[in-house]
Every structure is written in structure tokens, then in C-alpha cells.
């Protein structure tokens, strides 16, 4: 298992999709700078093998579409800060503008992403998913300690390991999405990576998607999970702009030691609930 560094990403509304997307044309830049509204697609439930997990399985869940972006991260953070009953701790600064905008958020702790994904939820008006350790204060400031999840609510989340692995697979057992093949050609159509990324982030949504329609699982930025190893080592999945193929594979995962700290190249997508 590897130990490296990571970011963080935020959305506003969200249009749902109800069935499976296959290879749609990718979004270009410019829409997705202007988007207010990422959508969420349907994950079916299912069940896979996977190599670092074993056999795992998950009901059907929503996931967000593209990687939580710069702008969209950057608007919850000014509803944090002009709302007055928010009580939310301020998020870490960072840049939006038209130029970065359509970039994933990145460099954001596992623990600032979850608060952000209550934060979205309560100015949605859902209700938030994870709670102080009395099972019933939203957790606002600071670092909460033994986090709880309320798994009924219907508000954003982080995926879990499973749910994210059985989102990228799409119902296929090859090493990746599109199959097993890892010459640069056929990598470079579906993510971002060391060789042909420059170990830079670039826009979400333009390579193109996994049979399900959902974008940079294999590349861009790696993405928090929920989970945890050994109690203390929160993990993140998929390839980012600066690994090389074997780390876009379907069961490739990372771990770091500290929830408190964020990572150049990880950022986080927003899963959620069936209503």
C-alpha cells in the first residue's frame, strides 16, 4: 500500500441521471467552468471481486459525475462564509478563477472533505450524513474525533471503498475499465497520468468516461473514501496526474496516515443515497 499526499471538492445542485451513460462525448472546459450543476449517476447494485478487497458488494448508490471542481468547491466555501447559522469552521482558501476553475479541487484533508459534504448538504436543505460522536450533533469545527455516520440521511457523502471500486468497474473484472490494455494510446483516452498529464491536473471531463458515464476514475486526481486501515489511515482510490498505469487499475489503493492532512494530487467526487 502506498503513502502519499491529497486535496479536496465541493458541488452545488444536482440534476440526477437514472440510468447507465455509455462513453458520452466528453464536456468541454469552458461548460464545465460554468456549471453550478453537476450531475449524479446511478451506480447499479452489484457485486465483484476485487483484488485488495475480495469479493465485495454494495445496493445501488449515486455518484457524482466529474470529480468535485475549483468552482464549485469554491462556492459552498462563500455560503460557509455569508451564512450566519452555518457555525462552519472556514474552509482552506483557494483560488477560483477562469483559468482554475475547471480544474478538480486538490490538496484538501479527508477531514475537511467530509465537513464540506455536510456543508453542501445543509445548503441544500438535506440532511447531513456524518455526526458528532453523540450520534447527534452535525459536526461543524475542527477535527471530530470518532465520527459517526447516519447512513439513512439523504444527504452528500464520501463514497466507500467498495462502492468506488464497484463505480469504476462498471461490472467488468478486467485490471482496468476499457480492459487490460496499458499502452499510452489506450490510457490516455480515459485518464489523466504521469505521461501525458506533466503531472498537472487538468480539466474533469476530458478523456472519456467508464461505461457508466462517470469521468477521471482512472486518473486527474486520486479520490477520498470513507474508509479507514488500521483505525487511523483514511484511503484513497484511483490514479492521479502524477502515477503511472499499474495505479489506475481498478484495485490499486493509497492510504495516509494523517485525515488532517491534504495532498497535492487527491481530491474527492460526492456520493449519496438512493431516494
Same mark, same amino acid.
Given at each position: 500500500?502506498?503513502?502519499?499526499?491529497?486535496?479536496?471538492?465541493?458541488?452545488?445542485?444536482?440534476?440526477?441521471?437514472? &440510468?447507465?451513460?455509455?462513453?458520452?462525448?466528453?464536456?468541454?472546459?469552458?461548460?464545465?467552468?460554468?456549471?453550478?450543476?453537476?450531475?449524479?449517476?446511478?451506480?447499479?447494485?452489484?457485486?465483484?471481486?476485487?483484488?485488495?478487497?475480495?469479493?465485495?458488494?454494495?445496493?445501488?448508490?449515486?455518484?457524482?459525475?466529474?470529480?468535485?471542481?475549483?468552482?464549485?468547491?469554491?462556492?459552498?466555501?462563500?455560503?460557509?462564509?455569508?451564512?450566519?447559522?452555518?457555525?462552519?469552521?472556514?474552509?482552506?482558501?483557494?483560488?477560483?478563477?477562469?483559468?482554475?476553475?475547471?480544474?478538480?479541487?486538490?490538496?484538501?484533508?479527508?477531514?475537511?472533505?467530509?465537513?464540506?459534504?455536510?456543508?453542501?448538504?445543509?445548503?441544500?436543505?438535506?440532511?447531513?450524513? %456524518?455526526?458528532?460522536?453523540?450520534?447527534?450533533?452535525?459536526?461543524?469545527?475542527?477535527?471530530?474525533?470518532?465520527?459517526?455516520?447516519?447512513?439513512?440521511?439523504?444527504?452528500?457523502?464520501?463514497?466507500?471503498?467498495?462502492?468506488?471500486?464497484?463505480?469504476?468497474?462498471? &461490472?467488468?473484472?478486467?485490471?482496468?475499465?476499457?480492459?487490460?490494455?496499458?499502452?499510452?494510446?489506450?490510457?490516455?483516452? %480515459?485518464?489523466? %497520468?504521469?505521461?501525458?498529464?506533466?503531472?498537472?491536473?487538468?480539466?474533469?471531463?476530458?478523456?472519456?468516461?467508464?461505461?457508466?458515464?462517470?469521468?477521471?476514475?482512472?486518473?486527474?486526481?486520486?479520490?477520498?473514501?470513507?474508509?479507514?486501515?488500521?483505525?487511523?489511515?483514511?484511503?484513497?482510490?484511483?490514479?492521479?496526474?502524477?502515477? %503511472?498505469?499499474?495505479?489506475?487499475?481498478?484495485?490499486?489503493?493509497?492510504?495516509? &496516515?494523517?485525515?488532517?492532512?491534504?495532498?497535492?494530487?487527491?481530491?474527492?467526487?460526492?456520493?449519496?443515497?438512493?431516494?
Amino acid at each position: 500500500m502506498n503513502i502519499r499526499p491529497l486535496v479536496f471538492l465541493t458541488l452545488l445542485g444536482l440534476t440526477v441521471v437514472g &440510468g447507465v451513460n455509455t462513453l458520452a462525448t466528453p464536456e468541454t472546459p469552458t461548460e464545465l467552468k460554468a456549471s453550478t450543476e453537476p450531475s449524479m449517476v446511478n451506480v447499479p447494485a452489484g457485486s465483484v471481486h476485487s483484488k485488495s478487497l475480495g469479493e465485495i458488494s454494495a445496493p445501488s448508490f449515486l455518484l457524482a459525475k466529474f470529480e468535485v471542481t475549483r468552482n464549485q468547491w469554491q462556492r459552498v466555501k462563500v455560503w460557509v462564509e455569508n451564512s450566519t447559522k452555518s457555525k462552519y469552521d472556514p474552509f482552506t482558501a483557494l483560488v477560483s478563477d477562469a483559468d482554475t476553475a475547471g480544474l478538480p479541487v486538490a490538496g484538501v484533508s479527508w477531514y475537511e472533505a467530509v465537513r464540506w459534504c455536510n456543508a453542501l448538504s445543509e445548503m441544500e436543505g438535506l440532511t447531513p450524513v %456524518y455526526l458528532k460522536s453523540d450520534g447527534i450533533s452535525v459536526w461543524r469545527k475542527g477535527e471530530p474525533g470518532h465520527l459517526r455516520r447516519n447512513m439513512t440521511a439523504d444527504g452528500y457523502r464520501l463514497p466507500t471503498e467498495a462502492e468506488w471500486e464497484l463505480a469504476y468497474r462498471a &461490472g467488468r473484472q478486467s485490471k482496468f475499465f476499457w480492459g487490460d490494455d496499458e499502452t499510452i494510446e489506450t490510457v490516455s483516452r %480515459y485518464g489523466w %497520468y504521469t505521461k501525458n498529464a506533466d503531472k498537472k491536473p487538468r480539466p474533469v471531463g476530458t478523456v472519456e468516461p467508464n461505461p457508466l458515464g462517470l469521468y477521471d476514475m482512472a486518473g486527474n486526481v486520486s479520490e477520498w473514501c470513507w474508509d479507514a486501515v488500521a483505525g487511523t489511515y483514511r484511503i484513497w482510490r484511483g490514479g492521479s496526474c502524477a502515477t %503511472y498505469p499499474d495505479e489506475l487499475a481498478a484495485s490499486c489503493r493509497h492510504s495516509h &496516515g494523517l485525515a488532517s492532512v491534504g495532498m497535492p494530487d487527491v481530491g474527492f467526487r460526492i456520493a449519496r443515497n438512493r431516494r
